[in-house]
Each structure stands twice: as C-alpha cells, then as structure tokens.
C-alpha cells in the first residue's frame, strides 16, 4: 500500500461501509489520528486476522479498537506504560486485547511471540528502541510506523521517527512496503518482513 493525496482523498481512496461502521463504534475514544490513517490501519490489520499483533503504546485505545475489529480472530497484545487504566477501560469487552503495563523494551526480553503485524506508535523520541520487534516478525509480517512525519511538515512533527524509519530503509536496502502520505506529509510508513531478512541492530 503506498498512497498520497489530500485527507479526503485518501479517506475516499481506503474507506469502505465496513470500515466506516467499524471506525464509527470507536468514535467515543477520543484520539489525534486522522480518519483516513484509521482506515489504513483497518485495511492493514484486517490480513492478520487469527494472527498475533503487537501494539506499541496504546493511549486511550482507538487504534486498539479498530484492530481489534478489523481482526476479530487475532490476539492482540498492547503495552501502554503510562494510560493502562484508561485504555484498559475503553476496550472493556474486547476479548481479543490484552493490555500490559509495559515499555516495549522491558518486553521484548521476555516474549519469546512470533508476530504477524507490530504497530508502533509509542515514545517517538526513543523509536529505535522498537526497532528489534521486526526481527520477531513471520516472515509476511508487518511492521508499521504512526507518525512518520518529517521536520518541515506543517505540524505534528516528528522528525525523529522518519529519520529513524529512513535509517531502517537503508539497512535493509529498500524503501517502504507501506507509506501512506496526505498533503501536509503527515504519514504512516512500514515494512514487511522478506525471507532470510534480518535488521542488523
């Protein structure tokens, strides 16, 4: 998936009825994500139905719900170290999330999980610290990026993450599976994982 456009251009471009019913029982989390990035998300987790997916900083929990409806049948982990009680209360009743009061660093020494997808969208000041998660990826996997937003973007900077994102491009020789960019170069960037590929950390 690699798409740019202006918001309503891409919202037109990855929404469908499902998505939008999907998205509309989620609106009372209130979030910063863009419509359109939530329908990403969607149509992103939706191949990784029955499979295991890693969330990394969870908030107040949207993005967990719309996960968690776009793949019902995964088992979806998120580590949110600061918003466990308010997470853990807006996705009462989703019984495919578990929420851990965790960074991920504290648990990637522990989980020994093979993962299908990875979102990241947790201390953007110390992103490379998540980069080792690719490696624990299914080949097929999926590892996805919020906020890959470069310094001269009108807002929503986060320069750290895109150049750490570029970075990780360059190791493995190859520009971003997934990339997608409105007008104001607000984006969410990823890669899936290939056969015999690992990150050189």
Known sequence: ????????????????????????LTE???????????????????QYDRGHILEIGGFLGRATLVMSLAAPRA????????LFEKLSS????????????????HYLRKNRTIW????????????????????RLRVGGLI?????????????????????VNDMGESLGRVPDVLVVDAEKIGMAGFYRRKGETLAL
């Open 28 to 46: 009372h989390v209130r979030e910063k994500m863009e419509p359109y990035q939530y329908a990403a998300l969607h149509n992103l987790t939706r």
């Open 90 to 105: 807006n996705t009462a009743g989703f019984k495919n999330v578990t929420i851990l009061k965790s960074f991920s660093f």
């Open 144 to 164: 996805l990026f919020h906020d890959y937003t470069p310094d001269d973007a009108v807002r929503s900077r986060c320069p750290h993450v895109y150049a750490v």
């Open 1 to 24: 998936m690699r798409l740019s456009g202006t918001q309503d251009e891409l919202w037109r471009q990855l929404v469908t009825p499902t998505i939008a019913a999907d998205l509309a």
């Open 116 to 135: 299908d997808m990875v979102f990241v969208d947790g201390n953007h000041k110390r992103v490379e610290q998540d980069l080792p998660w690719f490696n």
């Open 75 to 82: 088992k979806i982990v998120t580590l949110e170290p600061y």
